[in-house]
C-alpha cells in the first residue's frame, strides 16, 4: 500500500495538487480536507477566483470513495464558481473516468 503523499504550488492564480499514492477509503478525508482548504484558499482572491488543479499522474489506486470526494469537492467548487479541473489522469483512471460518464466533467 502507497501512503497518499500531496504537494501544493501556486503559480499565477492557480493552485496545484499533486497526488500520489493511493486513494482509498483510508486516504480520502485527508483528500478532502485539503482541498476543501483550498477551495476557501481560492474563493478569497481578489479580482477573480483561483483555479485549482488536482494532478493525478502518480495516483498509483483510486477506488469508489475515492472517485466520491473528487467529484463531492468538484460540486463544491462549482457552487462558489471556482475553476477545478483533474490533470495527469493515468490510463486506468481515465477509463474509470469515461465508464461512469465523469470524463466530461472532471477533466
Same mark, same amino acid.
Given at each position: 500500500m502507497d501512503p497518499l503523499h500531496l504537494t501544493t504550488t501556486r503559480h499565477e492564480g492557480t493552485l496545484t495538487v499533486r497526488v500520489a499514492g !493511493? %486513494?482509498? &477509503? +483510508? /486516504? /480520502?478525508? =485527508? %483528500?478532502?480536507?485539503? %482541498? %476543501?482548504? #483550498? =477551495?476557501? !484558499? +481560492?474563493?478569497? +482572491?481578489r479580482h477573480t477566483p483561483a483555479t485549482l488543479v488536482v494532478e493525478v499522474s502518480r495516483l498509483s489506486f483510486i477506488d469508489a470513495a475515492g472517485l466520491g470526494i473528487l467529484i463531492s469537492v468538484h460540486k463544491h467548487a462549482l457552487r462558489q464558481r471556482t475553476p477545478m479541473r483533474i490533470a495527469g489522469v493515468p490510463p486506468r483512471m481515465r477509463? =474509470? #473516468?469515461? &465508464? /461512469?460518464? =465523469?470524463?466530461g466533467q472532471l477533466t
Open positions: !493511493e %486513494l482509498d &477509503i +483510508a /486516504t /480520502t478525508e =485527508l %483528500l478532502r480536507g485539503h %482541498l %476543501l482548504d #483550498l =477551495l476557501q !484558499e +481560492a474563493g478569497r +482572491a477509463r =474509470l #473516468l469515461r &465508464i /461512469t460518464g =465523469l470524463d
